[in-house]
């Protein structure tokens, strides 16, 4: 049941726990004391440094609001704003959340030190197994941000210009397979689809070769670490996910191995992310490892694929659902590209502005990170109230995207807004899809470029239509909110158009 290690370690915690001596009765007192203290403090709404954010009670112990949220977190969300104001908490499994809701309360975030509001405390135990060890939220902060910052060299405008050929001749080549009309699961297309336009663009050609079925369900089995499990559990324990992941881990990265060994032999590489890596140093001069650099391609596939092919699916569905809109921005395509057949380039994706701004609307009423959470480990202090350290302090996009007092038509799919620049920018944390601060996304440009090359092609080859008139209600039960039963009707554009 257990490896030999995670046996010692468990026969470790088991002994640690038994051995009780004076010292630690002692220890186990003074420690009861001090937390009913702590306990008596939470209820008078109290801490060392000032008030308490006010907190939603609860009457079912340890779960407590776990089942409200977690049947409609946003609705949740939002009720609590109503009710309780900007900042507020509540439990869930033992843990306590402390929400920051709308722009100035999200500041606390997004300006915080990762020293005092932590990322690794809360997203290296999902994280780490996954990517490995020697990256992101496994090595101190500063470390990442170098990390981060080779990466960003790799997403580089010359580089775009290669991914966009890349991307289009994916895409056309994956939808051969739909035929010229039909119903079909679009979540499920673009997810396949985009492991492969990002695999080819990201990772390069060697490891685009390797990508059969075998190493697509390896990514499914590293993929399917990413669950509330995981991140509540320790990542010894004995559940299959966690093996598979464990597995999968372990041969993912001995095939980019491979790849790298046969990439640094090349005399003529091309000029893409692996050798932006490979060529890549720390301020201290060092290189990255093998190791490293595997983490970091696993890194970029896993953090782009499920929050691109979700928002690319919800904007299928929001375009199949706004006939005229649809028409639109297929007019746009015929001004800018031409026919189906004509190539699409970086330059023109620009002069795609409609489709930008349904993308951008996409992102504000379906952001699929739903909320951002680091540690706090040092009292912080917003709008009148401390949050004491230990709280799991978050923000979410979807909320403040959608707030009524920062929003007109706030519920309506309306990518015109985005017209006045202004829109988005009023108030500075009131659109965050991407997140802010250290913590940001460094993949936005290349998730517009890819979701924009993928749907130039599909736009320009299918009308898109809602299967009955359903539009997909949003499945909560998923860390990123996906479409619930997902299928798209589509029928082929005239290619004489
Ligand atoms: C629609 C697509 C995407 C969305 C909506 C998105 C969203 C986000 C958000 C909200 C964060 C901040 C997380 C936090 O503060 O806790 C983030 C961070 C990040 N994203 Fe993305 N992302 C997208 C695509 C990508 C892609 C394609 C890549 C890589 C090519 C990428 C790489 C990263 C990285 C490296 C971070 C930094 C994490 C950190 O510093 O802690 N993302 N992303």
Redesign the pocket.
Known sequence: MFSDTSFEQFQESIGGLTDLSTGSITLVTTTLVLSAALAYRQLCGKTDHGKMPPHIPSSIPFLGQAISFGTSPIEFLLAAYEKYGPVFSFTMVGKTFTYLVGSDASTL?FNSKNEHLN?EDV?GRLVTPVFGKGV??DVPNPI??EQ?KM?KTG?SISHFRTHVPIIEHETRDYFERWGLDGKNNIFEALSQLIILT?SHA?HGKEIRACLDEHVAQLYADLDGGFTPLAWLLPGWLPFPSFRKRDRAHIEVKKIFRKAIQKRRADPNPDDDMLQTLIESTYKSGRKLTDDEITGMLI??LL??QH??S??SSWLAFFLAKYKDLQEKVFEEQKQVCGNSSAPVDYDQLKDMQLLDRCLKET?RLR???MT???MCRTPQTIMGYTIPPGHQVCVS?TTNQRLPDAWKDFDKFLPDRFIDPEVANSEKFAY?????????????T??YI??KTIFSVLIRKYKFSLVDNYFPEVNYTTMIHTPTNPIIQYTYRDHSV
């Open positions: 975030i990322a997203y992101a939220y990442f941000m981060k990466l997403l990002a990201l890194g970029l953090a782009g929050t691109s979700t928002t992102l952001p699929p990170i951002m959470m680091r996009p965050v899809p991407f997140g802010a601060g250290r913590h940001r996304c460094i993949g936005e290349f998730a890819q979701i």
